[in-house]
């Protein structure tokens, strides 16, 4: 039986990955790196460098063109339609490179467990009738780095935490303490009421052009839309991550 392994490789940066991570890169007989398109081509070229850094086993690795989403119409139902079409890839590409008993690694970004769709994608397979076992191997996600850069605990004392994205937060403020936004494209956090409100934001985490801001979010909140702007418009993609703390 084919095995999928999913390798949570942190947030940019290779000394992240851990070695329960560089044991299974190791162990697998096949990598499959995802192409998103010129835009995120570091994406990629991250995945190459880790693999190139830790990899001495037999795996080959063979790269491919992610399906993209439909940026129209309904969200979820978008959504829902990328997830088969990356499950199809998945599995067209597996069962051309890779023999009945072979395993195959897919190297996720932070991860598996936290706002990425690879777990679901299985899903898709399995109930599609593609069989296969599954493993995952842990990963630093974005929501630790970001605590660790700024030198902050997650949680105040006694006290819920959230974790939701900038669609939520514009229908919401959620009434936890901490409230942790992500997959934010549109900065969310200046449509809240910004009174006893601090945010503690960073995008690139982990990567050599890592950025941080932390503040009253009443006094930051424009900075860091700027600061957004022009990072994306740079680098030609982004990923943000941010804390929202009462008090």
Known sequence: MREIVLIGIGTGNPDHVTIEAIRALNAVDLVLI?????????????????????????????EFDLPVRDAEGEYRSGVADWH??????????IEAEAGPDAAVALLVWGDPSLYDSTLRVLDLMALGGFVFRRRVV???TSLQLLCARHGIALN??????????????????????????MLDGGCAFRAVEAEGLWIYWGAYLGM????????????????IAAVRAEARAVNGWIMDIYLLRRG
């Open 34 to 62: 995802p192409r998103k398109g010129p835009a995120k081509a570091d994406l990629a070229e991250l995945r190459r460098e880790i693999c190139g850094r830790y990899l001495e086993g037999r795996a080959r690795l063979v």
């Open 156 to 181: 105040a004392v006694g006290e819920a935490v959230e974790i939701t994205t900038g669609r939520n937060l514009r229908l919401a403020m959620p009434a936890a303490a901490s409230v942790a936004v």
């Open 84 to 93: 088969r079409a990356i499950a199809a890839t998945y599995r067209a590409l």
């Open 208 to 223: 050599p052009n890592e950025i941080l801001i932390a503040g009253p979010l009443a006094e930051v909140a424009g900075r």
């Open 138 to 140: 842990p990963g630093i």
